[in-house]
């Protein structure tokens, strides 16, 4: 039951990276998207915060140096890489950030190492920083009021309400400084998750097979009809309202959870989407050099200069059904880069290996 659980939302995390790169990709529909994509993945993030986290001081360092090596390190890890990328070949970014000097790369070094900053071409990383933060946060907010013995069902919800109101109310004032909106939203969708998966567990929160499909229908719908003129950011802790965004939330994890049983379904489908799931990181961190690549195509056969338009953020045009190929190079160029590099990593291992012998 806990393999087919976690292969279902391996299948979600490669249907919302997806949606990802798709967004970014400026498909049309893309408000669509915003709606929920990144709230589903703080959702599904929390489905995994596991109450052994905190059964015991070593329990919950070892989880803290878990998200260290694998949410901080990639973090630090593409940020750095691709500042000095982007310094090297400054024509790739945009012209009002190209300003680079010896400061300017000291004082964006020290801003990634302590999560505050970014690159052009890995600002969707700010998931990853925002998630490291939101998961050791919730950790020891869980570690403190476990002490008042409150079911962990009800401290979810008021997790939950309380983390919803302040990112609401942020996000009102429109203020969001070092992100501490953006943290208190994705802290709700946090603790959300992790109550769904207590739903789940004891069978509160499913829907028969032969409902699946009518399901979907009904809530893609919904969440058609919830689409507002102002777009669900995350990144900038902006929404209309809490319900807005709560429901567009809750609705949003409905959708992708039954399209993720559809594809289950489907046996390439499914190998596909896992494969996608499991490579999350790689995607997120990478389309948006792949992008440029694109741009670079683009420039060629329209015969216009690629270094006075490789620097468009994110694409250079998307239309006449542009962004499909910017989804398809956004979400396959990276799994290649990955898959070369792993394979470089395993040939090192090995003459290393051998070496030693």
């Not at 000097?101 to 000291?106: A, D, M, V």
Request: aromatic share 20%; charged share 15%; hydrophobic share 50%.
């Amino acid at each position: 039951m806990g393999n087919a659980r976690n292969i279902e939302k391996d299948i979600m995390k490669g249907i919302l990276i997806f949606l990802v790169v798709l967004g970014h990709a400026q498909f049309p529909g893309h408000r669509f998207i915003y709606l929920f994509h990144m709230s589903c993945f703080f959702i599904v993030s929390g489905y995994f915060w596991k109450t052994s986290y905190i059964t015991n001081r070593k329990s919950t360092m070892h989880m803290i140096l878990k998200r260290i090596k694998t949410l901080y390190i990639p973090f630090v890890f593409f940020n750095i890489l691709f500042l000095i990328v982007e310094s090297s070949f400054p024509f790739i970014i945009p012209e009002n950030i190209k300003s680079i000097t010896f400061s300017f790369l000291f004082l964006n070094f020290v801003k990634i190492i302590f999560l505050r900053g970014r690159t052009i071409l890995t600002d969707s990383t700010w998931f990853l920083s925002v998630l490291f933060i939101v998961t050791v946060l919730y950790t020891f907010i869980m570690l403190i009021l476990k002490k008042f013995k409150i079911k962990e069902n009800t401290l979810c919800i008021i997790i939950s309400l309380i983390s919803l109101f302040l990112g609401g109310i942020l996000s009102y004032l429109r203020i969001n400084i070092y992100e501490v909106g953006t943290i208190f939203s994705a802290l709700s969708m946090y603790s959300l998750g992790n109550e769904i998966k207590n739903l789940e567990i004891s069978n509160k929160f499913f829907c028969k097979d032969r409902y699946k499909l009518v399901i979907l229908s009904f809530i893609f719908l919904i969440l058609l009809l919830l689409i507002n003129h102002q777009e669900v950011r995350m990144i900038d802790n902006s929404y209309p309202n809490i319900l807005y965004f709560y429901f567009a939330s809750i609705f949003g994890y409905i959708f992708t959870k039954n399209l993720s049983d559809i594809i289950s379904d489907s046996k390439y489908l499914k190998k596909y989407f896992i494969f996608f799931g499991e490579h999350s990181m790689a995607i997120m961190c990478l389309h948006m050099f792949a992008f440029k690549f694109v741009i670079a195509l683009q420039c060629i056969l329209n015969n216009t200069n690629v270094l006075q338009y490789i620097s468009s953020y994110p694409v250079y045009y998307a239309n006449n059904y542009w962004w499909i190929v910017y989804t398809i190079v956004g979400v396959i160029l990276p799994l290649i880069i990955v898959y070369f590099i792993n394979k470089l990593l395993s040939f090192v291992r090995k003459d290393y290996y051998n070496y030693e012998k």
